[in-house]
């Protein structure tokens, strides 16, 4: 699976949108972008998935590149709820190797009043 | 309510035992996994279950035992061979072990061994 890259933290301030970025550069053609959030201490949830197209469901958007070399998660107004840590991943299509999830340290998303 | 179930959510244990962490979904899901996570880390990948009676090793299985004799149970049992089995330990499944599905994961359960 490609390896990403995220910034350690970012702050946002309640009702502002919260952009957070992804780098994927050696993405390969049949992997999807996942992104999870973790809530401190308990078990991430899962927010939304794409291949190559934008893609927006009742929590997130999520907006991939042409290239597919980044993509960036959009909470459109951030609450203090949505306080979490932040995992981009990227997973092969169709890989029968137990759709093994690699999670990398994530972004530390603080969102301030 | 449907969802993955992990008891208890504080196990304490003394250095030596085996210990024996439940996992149980009603999602009807086939695959099964399980995850350990360190203070300020991401989750590493223990052991993960396609099917009933087949599981494989992740990145981290020295120490630790699993079984899927039924769908809707895989539990982990981390041995007294594990050097450093403190730690969150997280269980998620999915409805497929292809790509495209994502995982649900449970509340977690915290392991001290000292």
Partial sequence: DAKTTQPT???CAEGRAANLPCNHSTISGNEYVYWYRQIHSQGPQYIIHGLKNNETNEMASLIITEDRKSSTLILPHATLRDTAVYYCIVRVVGETSGSRLTFGEGTQLTVNP | DGGITQSPKYLFRKEGQNVTLSCEQNLNHDAMYWYRQDPGQGLRLIYYSQIVNDFQKGDIAEGYSVSREKKESFP?????????????YLCASSASSGGGYEQYFGPGTRLTVT
């Fill in chain 2, 76 to 88: 982990l049992t981390v041995t007294s061979a594990q050097k450093n089995p403190t730690a969150f």
């Fill in chain 1, 9 to 11: 933290s970012m702050d």
